[in-house]
């Protein structure tokens, strides 16, 4: 696809429930980054993908939070028993490779999610 | 702890104005800084990286490693400027890139008329 894209670009849940969010890169890009934007906090690393691992998962929040990746292309994040601090806009990103090389992340819509 | 601070939430300048967004940062050792934009209902992007010393729509940012500073200037602001920036470090060991974008919490900058 021309750019990374994510879905559903909108999600309103009730508390309790789970939901899914998904991610799929651009094609060949090896690093995959979700991060959580919330107003007034920015923009909040959850966890970075090479490949299919993740050597990366500090910013998970908690353990209602989980990701996988698989075939080292697309993504699924998942939020179990979804609290209202869950609401914010959830970003994926892909970069062709670690970072560090460019810097340059290629970022997606984003899927908002909303737990009432 | 690897910190970017933005001190500033909002900024707001009249057209033709010199616009300064800081942002300050911490780590021990020596990062890759990088300033994304988003625009109205638009995807982040990348707006330009301190390695590359370019100047991207007018914008410039500079290094300033005894202060800790990566300010993004531009002298004369545009309506079009109006967006949401944050600031962005790379960890950077000798072994290369630690992978992860630290992101400051963003400074919206709001060009009038």
């Known amino acids: 696809g021309a750019g990374v894209s994510q879905s559903p670009s909108n999600k309103v849940t009730e508390k309790g429930k789970d939901v899914e969010l998904r991610c799929d890169p651009i094609s060949g890009h090896t690093a995959l980054y979700w991060y959580r934007q919330s107003l007034g906090q920015g923009l909040e690393f959850l966890i970075y993908?090479?490949?299919?691992?993740?050597?990366?998962k500090s910013g998970l929040p908690s353990d209602r939070f989980s990701a996988e990746r698989t075939g080292g292309s697309v993504s699924t994040l998942t939020i179990q028993r979804t609290q209202q601090e869950d609401s914010a806009v959830y970003l994926c990103?892909?970069?062709?490779?670690?970072?560090?090389?460019?810097?340059?992340?290629?970022f997606g819509e984003g899927s908002r999610l909303t737990v009432l | 702890a690897q910190r970017v601070t933005q001190p500033e939430k909002l900024l707001s300048v009249f057209k033709g104005a010199p616009v300064e967004l800081k942002c300050n940062y911490s780590?021990?050792?020596?990062?890759?800084l990088f300033w994304y934009v988003q625009y109205s209902r638009q995807r982040l992007q990348l707006l330009l990286r301190?390695?590359s010393r370019e100047s991207i729509k007018g914008f410039t940012a500079d290094l300033n490693k005894g202060e800790t500073s990566f300010h993004l200037k531009k002298p004369f602001a545009q309506e079009e400027d109006s967006a949401m920036y944050y600031c962005a470090l790379l960890p950077m060991n000798y072994g290369g890139s630690q992978g992860n974008l630290i992101f400051g919490k963003g400074t919206k900058l709001s060009v009038k008329p």
């Open positions: 993908f090479q490949g299919n691992s993740a050597p990366d």
């Open positions: 780590y021990s050792g020596s990062p890759e």
């Open positions: 990103a892909s970069s062709p490779r670690r970072a560090g090389t460019t810097g340059e992340l290629f």
């Open positions: 301190h390695i």
